[in-house]
Each structure stands twice: as C-alpha cells, then as structure tokens.
C-alpha cells in the first residue's frame, strides 16, 4: 500500500462499512452466500441470466423515498405539497410510485407538461387533485412540434380544463408575454414568480441557479417591475406563488436556511430571502402569496465516508440527512411567521436527485485489465492500472465526465475481498474523457480489490440524471433497466 501514498483516503471505503445503510446504499444488502444483492436480486446471478450492461432499479426504494420525505415534513405547521422534479428521472415506472405518494410533478418545458398530464390522467389525481409546476426559462416560445408556448398550454389547462398547474415566471419578459396571454384566454389566473436571490452555494458550478449572474428567475432588484406589470393585468393573473431554487445537491443546508435578522442586510439564505419577498409584497403591493416554493437541491451522499478532503469533495458529502433539512426548513419558516405575526404558507419543495438517485445502480463487465506505463503512475495519483468496462461514462453515468461527479464503484465479483489497488477505470468511447473514475481528476482513481477481465462491477447512485442524461454517443444503445423489487 506504501507504494500509492498520494490517494485520498476517501478512495478507500469498505463496501461492509455502507452496504444496507440508510443515505449511503440502502437497496444492496449482503446474501446469506456472501454475494452482493441489490433489492430482491442477487447480483452475479441475475447478470448470469442477463448479462451487463445495464442499470438496476430497485422501485420500492423509489416508494421509501417518496414517504421519508414526507413524514419528515409531518412538522412543517402549514400545508405541505412535495412535487418532483421529473427531470432527474422520467422512467413512468418511478414516476408512478413516486405520484402514487401524494406528489405533483414540476416540469421544465412543453415536453415534460405533456408528459405530466398523461402520466396523471386517469389517476385518481386527476384534474384538481392533479398538480403541476410549470419551471424553466423560454416558456414564452413554442418548441417544436408544438404550436403553443408552454404559457399558453398551461394556462389553457388551468382555466378551461380546470387543472391545478402554475407557471413560474422567470424573468419581466416572460410576465408581459403571459399578460398579453392572459388578456387573450380570460382571466383568474394563478401563476408565480421565480426569483433570483444572488446566493452561490457549496455545489458545482454547472448546478448552481441561484448565483446574481445566472440565468433562471427574476433578480429580486427587479422583482417590482414584475409585480407591477402583473397588477396591470387588471385581475387576470394573482401571484399564488413565490419561487426560487438555488440549485442542484447543496451540500450546506445554510445556504437554504439562512438567517433572518431584523435588517435587510442580515436577511440571508434562500428562505429568508423568499419570506421577506412574500412580506414585501404583502406591504407594499397588497399582493397576498399563499405558496412558496423552495425547490429542490436536496443533497445526496455519493461518498461513502466524510471526505479527507472537503475542499475537492464536499458537495458530495451534504451537511444534514433528510430529516435534518426538513427540520431545519420547517423551524425557518416557524421562527420568522411568528416573529413577524404571519399565517404560515403552503410550503412546496420540488426534489428530484435525492428522490432517485439511489434506486438505480449500473451493472458493467470488466473486458480488460492493464498496466500503465511507470513513468505516468504520478501523473495518475500513483495508479499504475487501467480497468476496461463494457459500458461508457459519457453515454451511462455522464456526470462522471460532465461534473467530475463521484460515484462509488464496487466490485461485485470480490466482495468481501481487500482494498488492495488503485484502478483507473473507464469506458468504451473513443474519447480520453470516457472515464468513471481516474486520476488525472478529482473522479479517481478507486481502490477495489484485485480485479481481472470478466469481474463485475457496480456504479452506484445513478437514479438521478444519468438515465435522463443517456445519449447513444458511438451508436451505442441505451442501456437497459431491468427491475429488482422481484426476485
Ligand atoms: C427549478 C428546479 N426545481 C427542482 C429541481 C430539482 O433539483 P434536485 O434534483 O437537485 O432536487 C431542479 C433541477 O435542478 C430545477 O431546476
């Protein structure tokens, strides 16, 4: 082992410190034989009979999911209403499960609102049970094969097919397009405002939304410019709802939180900020907002142990589990409704990374094992072997290559076996970046026990975003999902 010192220690988590553990891999447990199972099925026996490479979904993880996040909202003291973002995974078979417990959908353009609709029609939640979040920039545009901008499409399903849908609104443009459309369809329409608050937190760049300069909601400087071209509207549209989502897996549950002090200055956080929005409001425009939306962003913990080294890895290792974040949202509402007198608001939160991420795994076949020449092992954090999958990080597991995203990668067929080498480990496209895992950035490489051509390996956590993010790069097909609540 003295021979690789520069790795960092969270290279080297024991499969048995997290296997079966709530927030670091509840669907796999250990056999009675000693083998790996992931839901209802054994691992090396089910890629016998299926072969690799493939994802694995375990749909009852779906379900535990779905009702952990509410009952821990049980002490939110106003009405609670969880959406999920169907982004993160548009498989029908999850987005049942995950309806079937009492969520709405929040979707990003025409294409997913369609999508809704059908999956909720014929549902008991049909119609006003059925609900909706309309988010996402270019709403005022009609994408292709449509005729009808998503404004229109939504506000037509709200006042002529009475369905409970809202549209955030996410800059003045889009507010003045959907006046004009209001004033076309007639009015009464409920819709909402997202705002930019000017809040960087601890994620990657690329899933920040809420920083001054990014390009999704209205920055609150200009939140008066929207109120005022709404109350123009003469009645046909009310503010119902205030929204803002500042990003994607925060790790830091006070960039949400915040504090709210007496002055504007120490108004700080994300629902700070929202809650002084809905007051102001409330003061200086007579607008009443009933609803406000948080967003998503709840953090999932795809390393396995607290990172040595939380400058490079923390926003793979959040701050607070489930529990803690709706504790902590549900007291930040309570502490400022009651210092300032006010009825609580109908909360929303529209997660959908932690809902999914880690219901679904990546089953891949080892087809090769080779050494790196010596003078490179440096070069790679001291490992001196590539490993060789039949699957591709950037058609399979894409953030891998897009975000230098950790996933935990474990080998199946070694179970039980030490830790004992530093693998890089990559894919099949024609690409230097096809990798999972490697030392060149901050993805790798892995300790796995000794590994050889034919081994199976596992890439965890892949639920959320990399089915939807799958691409048939190299004319490779899509992978598979096979289904492992049944044996
Ligand atoms: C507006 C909005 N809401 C919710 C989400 C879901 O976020 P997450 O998957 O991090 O919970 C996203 C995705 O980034 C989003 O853009």
Redesign the pocket.
Known sequence: MTEYPSLDPVCRVEPSSYISRRDLNEPCSLTSGGTLAFGKVDLLSFVHEHGTRCYIVDLKQVTRNAKRLTESFKGYPGKFRPFY?V??NSNESIVSRIVEEGYGI?V?NIHELLFAVKTLKGTRREKTEVSIIC??VSKNHAQRPYKETLIETAFNLQSKKGYDIIVNLSSVEEVRFANRIAGKIGGDLRVGLRINPGITPKTSED?A?GAGYSR?GIPIEHLENAVEEIKDSKGLMKVAQLHC?I????ANVNAICGTYGNSKASIRGEIPILCSKVIELEERFGVHVDQVNI????AVKYVKTKPANMEEYGEFWPNYDVEEYASKVSNTFRTIHDKEGLEYPELCI?????LTANTTALLLAVTDVFDVQDKYRESLKGSGKWIITDGSAMTDAHDAVLLQQWFEIVNVSKIGRPLEVPYNIGGIACDSGDVFAWGRDRTGPRMLPKTDKRDILMVLDVG??QQALASNYNMLPTAPAFNASEP
Do not use: D, M, V
């Open positions: 973002a982004k993160a929040e990003t988010n996402g899933l939304t999704f989502h990003g994607s897996q925060i967003g998503g962003g709840i529209e997660p959908g990374r932690w959320a975003y």
